[in-house]
């Protein structure tokens, strides 16, 4: 069985969770007797890419064409599936990100195939090929079978250890033949966030809530975070407060995350909240009220 892994990277930076969706296919390849072909859109350095051969691409297959410089969703499913057929991948995983959730839809009605959105485990089975994949905000959870030839995956972030298992890591640089003109999306203008930690990316948060009382009270939290090299974050009470800005809000309605430690200082964990920090692989909850919901949810409390 061929696996094709579409990447993410930043800045030329690969992202912990495409490593992950390597490890991942790398794990499935083995049950299937398949093999493992890493697609990196962008200009990525030697080093990174030699990082998706430690984690188990057999191949990676470079696009480094101006023309995909920024993402354009039908452009980019055009292309993807291009490569897919190419490379007979019979498994295509993305990772369950805003990438993902735009794209993979798109190249599964184009390919006829099925698509699971937030896989947290290995397949249950392969035949039939059922998954694992989370529900109502990872309330719970459901078993999926697709049942046509071409699958299409957007793995959940932390669903998968980062098990190095070395491959020959073959690269090779490719230009889809895709009509440049498709592309529908024009940048006019790109202002990147600088010196703060992308809470979509940090391996640590640190978020307050309204329990914090004020945004004076919020030292202590930047001290933490500074202390631990954690993103900053925040409850929607909060940010609607005033007290912090609305890009620090994390939950249902703000920014959903999912990093390895997240430390919730004076949130009491309204089911919303939550929905936006579930995917974590350790929840810290710190707060007065003993029967505060978020204990339900924590690890440590």
């Known amino acids: ?52 051969a430690k984690y188990g691409a057999a191949k990676v297959l470079t696009v480094t064409s101006d023309t995909y410089k920024y993402l354009d969703n039908q452009l980019y499913t055009l292309a993807i599936q291009e490569i897919a057929q190419k490379e007979s991948a ?10 993902g959730k735009a794209v993979a839809p798109r190249l599964s009605v184009r390919m006829k195939a099925g698509l699971a959105t937030g896989v947290t485990s290995l397949p249950v089975s392969i035949s039939p090929f059922t998954v694992k994949r989370r529900a109502y905000n990872g309330s719970a959870f459901s078993n999926v079978s697709i ?44 202002d990147l966030v600088t010196g703060k930690i992308l809470l979509s990316e940090a391996g640590i948060v640190v978020s307050g809530g309204r329990g914090m009382k004020s945004g004076d009270n919020w030292k202590p939290l930047e001290e933490l975070a500074a202390l631990l090299g954690a993103g900053l ?21 703000g920014k959903i995350i999912a990093p ?42």
Not at 166 to 176: H, K, L, R, S, Y
Not at 233 to 252: I, K, T
Not at 276 to 297: L, T
Request: glycine share 8%; net charge negative.
């Open 233 to 253: 974050a925040c409850s929607r009470p909060v940010s609607d407060e005033g007290w912090r800005s609305h890009e620090e809000h994390v939950g249902q309605t």
């Open 1 to 52: 069985m061929s696996i094709l892994v579409i990447t993410e990277n930043r800045n030329g930076k690969i992202k912990k969770q495409s490593f992950e969706a390597v490890s991942y296919a790398c794990n499935l390849a083995k049950s299937t007797s398949g093999n493992v072909t890493a697609v990196v859109f962008g200009e990525v350095t030697a080093d990174e890419l030699s990082q998706l």
């Open 90 to 99: 019979k498994v295509i995983l993305f990772t369950h990100s805003g990438f």
């Open 260 to 301: 390895d430690l997240y430390i919730a200082v004076g949130i009491s964990g309204a089911i919303q909240h939550i929905g936006g920090i579930s995917g974590s692989k350790y929840i810290v909850a710190i707060d007065k009220d003993k029967d505060a919901a978020i204990f339900s949810y924590a690890s440590y409390g």
């Open 147 to 190: 049942n046509t030839d071409v699958k299409i995956l957007c793995l959940n972030p932390n669903a998968a250890d980062l098990t190095e298992n070395p491959a020959a890591g073959q690269v090779e640089n490719i230009t889809p033949s895709v009509d440049a003109s498709v592309a529908k999306t024009q940048i006019k203008n790109v």
